[in-house]
């Protein structure tokens, strides 16, 4: 959701030539749409936050969760976890993901590596929404070290090696591992 260009207030200035009551219903209306505007901007201001660790939020769909996942682009598999630690807030379309995940085995997961995020990345060419990790355990594709990028117009962070002299390319999946990281990206305001 992203903090609204326009202010949409009841206009009846037939009400304000009436009666009493009509004027009272009025104020009563334009009271409502204030408050209603007043929650939305203070909503999108303070932002969402979501964890995995919040066990004071109970919500019957679980929307202010998230548990970061991992998965391979070709075949996602099903990591055996030793925790999986996530951290989101989203303040408009601006969303800061923090993540600390370890796993000790793939469950058939093939491809490159990527993070399930909880919100659409926006719509971009390349990939703008690069972000910082702490690998352990990692035998690179290639390079010397990982970033984290937001892939335009999806759910995926992936995991890119990089290094001097070196062109960057996808990581591939890693049998055991942990990765310690955050992303900060721009969503979408109507995610699919």
């Not at 903090?3 to 004027?23: D, F, K, M």
């Not at 969402?48 to 066990?55: E, P, V």
């Not at 055996?80 to 993540?99: A, E, K, N, P, S």
């Amino acid at each position: 959701m992203s903090i609204p260009s326009e202010i949409n207030l009841p206009l009846n200035p037939e009400t304000l030539n009436g009666t009493v009551e009509q004027a009272e219903i009025y104020l009563r209306e334009l009271t409502v749409a204030l408050e209603d505007m007043y929650e939305m901007l203070a909503f999108n201001v303070n932002g969402i936050i979501k964890s995995n660790r919040d066990t004071s939020v109970s919500t019957e769909d679980n929307s202010e969760e998230w548990t970061p996942v991992l998965a391979g682009t070709t075949t996602a598999g099903s990591f055996t976890y030793d925790h999986q630690i996530g951290w989101v807030i989203r303040q408009g379309l601006f969303t800061d993901v923090w993540f600390d995940v370890q796993w000790t085995a793939l469950g058939g997961a093939t491809g490159n590596l990527y993070l399930e995020l909880p919100y659409q990345v926006a719509v971009s060419e390349e990939k703008p929404f690069v972000g910082i990790c702490q690998p352990s355990g990692f035998t690179f594709t290639g390079g010397t070290d990982v970033v984290v990028n937001g892939i335009p117009d999806t759910f995926r962070a992936e995991f890119w090696n990089v290094g001097t002299g070196f062109t960057t390319a996808n990581q591939s999946v890693v049998t055991s591992g942990q990765v310690i990281g955050h992303l900060r990206y721009i969503g979408q305001e109507n995610e699919e």
